[in-house]
T-cell receptor, first 111, second 117 residues
Framework: AAGVIQSPRHLIKEKRETATLKCYPI?????VYWYQQGPGQDPQFLIS???????DKGSIPDRFSAQQFSDYHSELNMSSLELGDSALYFC??????????FGPGTRLTVL | AQKVTQAQTEISVVEKEDVTLDCVYE???????LFWYKQPPSGELVFLIR??????QNEISGRYSWNFQKSTSSFNFTITASQVVDSAVYFC??????????????FGTGTRLKVLA
């Protein structure tokens, strides 16, 4: 069965650079979630989209922006990267309900 | 406000021992969903189980079992006859029915389980 795809799987950036993470949901899923998991921490909700519209927002820094495109894939853009942005970023998709399917994550390292 | 508490930060057991991971949640909703995930060292989140608030039946799946008690707002997870491959961080998560928006998950802080050979 198709799963959530995230790319890249690993990313290394310098401070103050920009990064773009991509998420491809399971086909026909209309909702995408982004979570950030810092080292030794639990995943924290950042933002979600339903039918290409932003639906809910968590503790997402102003330096971060995201969108969901017409083909339902989503991108998380992070600018002016800081050391504290180093984390595992998960994308999850769902068919509008409570059951989320998580991708494998993108590990971002900021040097 | 919703909250998930996993008071056990780290547990170490010897292989073949039974171990219970505790999860206590807070919510004002009558409709909500609870989950357990396993996160091995490789980092992915592996789904283990989900429960909705109307289903208090306990569940057993092989060596895994879950005890859901609404009266104490707990959703505990027991591994019977633990194995080294069970070593991982385990997260409990809660999702409420949204008034608007989506079913975001609130995770507990996780319990790191070490199973020693």
């Amino acid at each position: 069965a198709a799963g959530v795809i995230q790319s890249p799987r690993h990313l290394i950036k310098e401070k103050r650079e920009t990064a773009t993470l991509k998420c491809y949901p399971i086909p026909r899923h209309d909702t995408v979630y982004w979570y950030q998991q810092g080292p030794g921490q639990d995943p924290q909700f950042l933002i979600s989209f339903y039918e290409k519209m932003q639906s809910d927002k968590g503790s997402i820094p102003d330096r971060f922006s995201a969108q969901q495109f017409s083909d339902y894939h989503s991108e998380l853009n992070m600018s002016s990267l800081e050391l504290g942005d180093s984390a595992l970023y998960f994308c999850a998709s769902s068919l509008g309900g409570y059951e989320q399917f998580f991708g494998p994550g993108t590990r971002l390292t900021v040097l | 406000a919703q909250k998930v508490t996993q008071a056990q930060t780290e547990i170490s057991v010897v292989e073949k021992e039974d171990v219970t991971l505790d999860c206590v949640y807070e919510t004002r909703d009558t409709t909500y969903y609870l989950f357990w995930y396993k996160q091995p060292p490789s980092g992915e989140l592996v789904f283990l189980i989900r429960r909705n608030s109307f289903d208090e039946q306990n569940e057993i799946s092989g060596r895994y079992s879950w005890n859901f008690q609404k009266s104490t707002s707990s959703f505990n997870f027991t591994i019977t006859a633990s194995q080294v491959v069970d070593s991982a961080v385990y997260f409990c998560a809660l999702s409420e029915s949204p008034t608007s928006g989506t079913y975001k998950y609130i995770f507990g802080t996780g319990t790191r389980l070490k199973v020693l050979a």
